[in-house]
């Protein structure tokens, strides 16, 4: 079966950095996503990872190890606007994507 | 270009009563997943069509439950005997074509159709 955990919830000042950790167990492992959801919003992708290492997008970083079944989200400068939940995704070699019970961040001015 | 549209966006049943859930992808996307988010919950895969291969059903959590794609493109999420415990959010995705690249896997969703059942 696949799991994944990660924290429930995450504060941060404005202007911080903030990490959120997922680690993953799984079958046939392709790759890592995370996606960001608003309250009242749908998800919408962030970010990716199929190799080790760490990919830059703006203000949001990944980081796979996938050795460890590991991965990360890096926000940068956080704003206000960036109070939202964020889920790390699983692909399995099958195209099917399997969801984290997301991470509540909420900003503090 | 538009995006993923599911109808209705709200849904209020009485228990025992069958719903039909619409979910129109992105056109040319390949891949089509449901997946059912209750109250401050993770998102739960029910099921994923891809092409003309047989669906991946092993999300979905009973019999009563059912889902169909049609042409390849428009899919219909059909509860039967709906209980309370069905009231959640359903949502829908789409991704270009799955396992190609990152630009071609990422899922697209639409914004959800809140289901109650009284």
């Known amino acids: 079966g696949q799991s994944l955990e990660q924290p429930s919830e995450v504060t941060a000042v404005e202007g911080a950095i903030v990490q959120i950790n997922c680690t993953y167990q799984?079958?046939?492992?392709?790759?890592l996503s995370w996606y960001q959801q608003h309250d009242g919003g749908a998800p919408t992708f962030l970010s990716y990872n199929a190799l080790d290492g760490l990919e830059e997008t703006g203000r949001f970083s990944s980081f796979l190890s996938r050795s460890d079944s590991y991965g990360y989200l890096l926000l940068q400068e956080l704003q206000m606007k960036d109070s939202a939940s964020y889920f790390c995704a699983v692909s399995s070699n099958t195209g099917k994507l399997i969801f984290g019970q997301g991470t509540t961040l909420q900003v503090k001015p | 270009g538009a995006g993923v549209s599911q109808s209705p966006s709200n849904k209020v049943t009485e228990k025992g009563k069958d719903v039909e859930l619409r979910c129109d992808p992105i056109s040319g996307h390949t891949a089509l997943y449901w997946y059912r988010q209750s109250l401050g919950q993770g998102l739960e895969f029910l099921i994923y069509?891809?092409?003309?291969?047989?669906?991946?059903k092993s999300g979905l959590p009973s019999d009563r439950f059912s889902a169909e794609r049609t042409g390849g493109s428009v899919s219909t999420l059909t509860i039967q005997r709906t209980q309370q415990e069905d009231s959640a959010v359903y949502l829908c995705a789409s991704s270009l074509a799955p396992l190609v690249a990152v630009s071609t896997d990422t899922q697209y969703f639409g914004p959800g159709t809140r289901l109650t059942v009284l």
């Open positions: 069509f891809q092409g003309n291969s047989a669906p991946d």
């Open positions: 799984t079958s046939g492992f392709y790759g």
